[in-house]
């Protein structure tokens, strides 16, 4: 347990298969093919809207963990490296058309983690709030960069981009069932290297800085290194995710589509689902996704011509607001260990 002392934060344990091991691969794995037949029995509105999103949101969220809740870095400019890798995989496929597309997404990753290790510079002589404050500001100079300069939208006069044909191996992917398979296979290969990378080295590593990095750099770790390596790894991440969200889900890429508002929705997701779980990022993003979605068909159905709908869109934004804080008082460390805790009582009762 680490020093924080919360039951979310996972902390490195020595290599070796256990039982414990196989059973969640045989349910990763079993999880996998039923989420990989959902195109045989959803419609498009459920690929389109609700699933593409959600998968996505887990993968920005999942690299932000690495960052704040593995190595204790503190950032606000998610939806700025979400846009590096939207606008860096654009150009590489408009320029570079030979190129595959899961090389063309990697490609774009990398040169989100780059800019990323960049920004987290500053974090090399600050912390807290003043690191937050340093990736806010990388947060607004990205969304000028993208609206002031034309090269990255290939002069487009609205700064906005259309998604590329998705094709791989000669297998059309523009469809909702393709794009979704697309980010599903795309977010589950992340999310397995994430996971032997938080059990490797380099997860003991970020770890030690999160928990006492003063301590840490006494006993010889690297914390400058890891710092950095931090925010490449979660950068890469993250602009994957956005390229996905440019092209996967909306079909077009624009600068306002990674602004403040979507730093935050990453950032909430995490602090929702638990930080330093990998499955906490999962868990935030089915809140943000999907609560927003069934609080606008709640209220379509009660209010529906008895309200204006731009009072019922702000009393809905005001009731997600509510249930957010609401649901952080009674939780704080988040959704992935609510369920622990009742998981663990429920075998516990089942055992007696």
């Known amino acids: 347990m680490s020093a924080i002392g919360t039951e979310t934060i996972e902390t490195f344990s020595p290599p070796g298969v256990t039982a414990h091991d196989r059973l969640h691969l045989a349910s990763a794995v079993a999880l996998l093919a039923v989420l990989a037949g959902i195109p045989l029995v959803a419609n498009d509105y459920w690929l389109n809207a609700v699933l593409i999103p959600f998968l996505i949101m887990s993968l920005a969220a999942l690299g932000l963990n690495l960052l704040m809740g593995y190595a204790g870095q503190a950032s606000l400019g998610s939806g700025g490296f979400m846009s590096v890798g939207a606008y860096a995989t654009y150009n590489l496929l408009l320029r570079l058309p030979e190129l595959p597309l899961p090389v063309s997404l990697l490609l774009g990753g990398i040169v989100a983690g780059l800019v990323g290790v960049i920004a987290g510079l500053p974090s090399l002589r600050i912390k807290g709030f003043y690191l937050v404050a340093s990736t806010l500001a990388a947060q607004f100079l990205l969304e000028w960069l993208f609206n002031q300069y034309g090269w990255f939208s290939n002069y487009s006069t609205s700064s906005s981009i259309s998604a590329p044909r998705l094709a791989l191996l000669g297998h059309d992917l523009s469809s909702p069932a393709g794009r979704y398979l697309l980010t599903l296979a795309t ?165 007696r």
């Open 187 to 351: 977010v589950a290969a992340v999310t397995v290297i994430s996971i032997r990378l938080v059990r490797s080295q380099t997860g003991l590593t970020w770890m030690a800085i999160r928990d006492m990095d003063t301590a840490a750099s006494v006993i010889g770790i690297p914390v400058s290194a890891g710092k950095l390596k931090a925010f490449f790894v979660s950068s890469l991440v993250i602009g994957i995710a956005g390229a996905l969200w440019g092209f996967a889900y909306l079909g077009t890429v624009d600068a306002r589509s990674f602004n403040l508002d979507r730093s935050f929705e990453v950032m909430f997701a995490i602090i929702i689902g638990g930080m330093g779980s990998i499955s906490g990022g999962y868990l935030g993003a089915a809140f943000m996704i999907l609560l927003p979605i069934l609080l606008d068909h709640v209220g379509g159905r009660l209010f529906a011509g008895a309200v204006d709908a731009g009072q019922l869109e702000n009393f809905q934004k005001a009731l997600f607001g509510a249930l957010i804080v609401w649901f952080l008082i009674k939780e704080p460390r988040g959704l992935a260990a609510l369920l622990s805790r009742v998981w663990t009582q429920l075998v516990s009762r089942l055992a």
